[in-house]
């Protein structure tokens, strides 16, 4: 009968520390779920210290690939600028090559000439010396010419020469083509 009497004393004593646990363990259920809700309703502000590790790597690769992507187009730009700037030049290179080529075409017809051809005053006042330098080249056979050397002297009357001076008021001073490129 001790079996039978332990029973009974659990029936009528185990039942309220048993209905007790079953409260406890509802209720702790009921708080974490209305700790839960709660949370979830909330507006999630990130602050860098709750973002967490993976989160912040994440954005700095981010941000990593904003600024390369804006380095590439900001290069971009200055290769097409540039691709324009050596496209000019190439187009004036080829110019001047064209023009050197002409130019060495004409220098084995050419040939330095010497001579004695006054240049004539222009306008300004200043020696005109193409001319002389032309008139050099004709003379020889050839088409044209330019003045490679020229020479400079004084001119005086004979009357300045034969009062014992040297140079005066009457004098001038006259240009000559001594050397000319004729082609």
Sequence with gaps: MGTKRALIFCRNHCAA????????????????ALANAQESTAPTQKTPQSE???ASVSRWFEEQTAN????????RKKVEGFSSAAGDAAKT?????????????RIPTARTIS????????PNGAPDC??????????????SGKSLDMTTAEVCPAKVYMSGRSSGPECTTDTFVSRALCQ
């Design 68 to 75: 390369v992507s804006a380095s590439f187009k900001d290069a």
């Design 17 to 32: 520390p048993l209905a007790l646990g079953f409260v406890f363990a509802a209720g702790l259920l009921l708080v974490s």
């Design 52 to 54: 967490g590790f993976f």
């Design 130 to 143: 193409v001319a002389a330098a032309n008139t050099i080249c004709k003379a020889k056979g050839f088409g």
């Design 115 to 122: 001579g004695h051809e006054k240049c004539q005053l222009a």
């Design 93 to 105: 290179t080829v110019e001047g090559a064209r023009d050197a080529a002409d130019a060495v075409a």
